[in-house]
């Protein structure tokens, strides 16, 4: 009997041993949790702390850091591109390969940002249809931000402000001084230029012609089936430098080209996209540290653009 007694007494205590041990296991792993999670946003919140302080710290030295380096490591992306426009986006002659300041910004990024690309080229307008139907991952194609084009896709923050010219022949020169001359003249643009859309209307009594590409707008100006072409400074300058003694140019100021609040070139993303803001990112990191600015006087020169 003491024996059975025993024996029951060890198993409860057994027992006892084992709900007691499940308990402190239990309690155990709770505090662990509630001890990882702590750490975690301890750590979190250092780390942001310290992200922060680097950046404000690399920002006053010139640099900037985004905390985006690699984050499309491995990704490759269909960049939509109208390739054809003078300092932009061109095919060099000897590669047939796409060269321009677009290009260099959009290397750049892709190094930075660790995706792989291949461009898409079309015209502007299909451009941004392609952006619509989710066909091109985005786009960077000397395109500027427009009201009807950002009530259908996302654009991004400006990577440059471009100023206007003229772009005439230069035995008109005393003819054509402002868009005020161009009255009864003919205006070429290239299809689904923004200067169609919202600058060459409001020049009064001119007739407005749209060519496939840029080369044929100064074709057609240098032949006589166009008067004038509106283009960017950079841009004018350097086919006045190729075509010399047969064009010339002059800049325009705000008061001749009303119909546009200045020529903010921006990239653009699929309505409500989440890339939109890693780019946003991206070009302010390249205003800071200057890359944009080495790459734009590349290939427009000083003078020619602003940074908003």
Not at 80 to 105: H, W
Not at 165 to 193: P, Q, Y
Request: proline share 2%.
């Amino acid at each position: 009997m003491r024996k059975k007694m025993t024996a029951l007494v060890m198993s409860l205590a057994m027992m006892a041993t084992l709900f007691a041990g499940c308990g402190d296991k239990k309690e155990e792993t709770t505090t662990t949790e509630a001890t990882t999670t702590e750490a975690s946003t301890e750590a979190t919140t250092t780390e942001t702390a310290t992200v922060a302080e680097a950046t404000a710290s690399d920002s006053d030295s010139g640099e900037y850091l985004t905390g985006n380096e690699g984050i499309y490591e491995g990704e490759h992306f269909i960049v939509g591109m109208s390739v054809g426009y003078t300092n932009f986006e061109e095919y060099d002659a000897t590669t047939g390969e796409p060269v321009g300041l677009d290009i260099d910004i959009l290397n750049y990024m892709a190094n930075d940002l660790g995706f792989t690309y291949e461009i898409s080229d079309m015209k502007l307008p299909q451009v941004v249809a392609g952006l619509q139907a989710e066909q091109l991952d985005f786009s960077i194609s000397g395109m500027y931000e427009t009201e009807e084009r950002t009530k259908v896709i996302d654009m991004s923050e400006s990577y440059l402000t471009a100023k206007s010219a003229m772009l005439i022949r230069a035995e008109d020169a005393d003819k054509i001084k402002s868009t005020a001359d161009l009255n009864g003249k003919t205006v070429c643009c290239d299809v689904g230029e923004a200067y169609y859309e919202s600058v060459l209307p409001t020049i009064e009594g001119a007739n407005v012609v749209e060519f496939d590409d840029n080369a044929s707008c100064i074709m057609a100006v240098l032949g006589g089936q166009a008067d004038a072409r509106i283009i960017d400074g950079g841009g004018a300058k350097n086919i006045c430098e190729e075509y010399d003694g047969q064009l010339t140019y002059f800049m325009l100021d705000d008061s001749m080209i009303p119909g546009i609040d200045g020529n903010h070139y921006s990239m653009g993303f699929v309505k409500g996209s989440p890339m939109k803001a890693v780019f946003d990112a991206e070009i302010e990191k390249m205003k800071k540290n200057g890359e944009l600015k080495k790459i734009i006087d590349q290939w427009l020169g000083e003078g020619m653009y602003d940074f908003d």
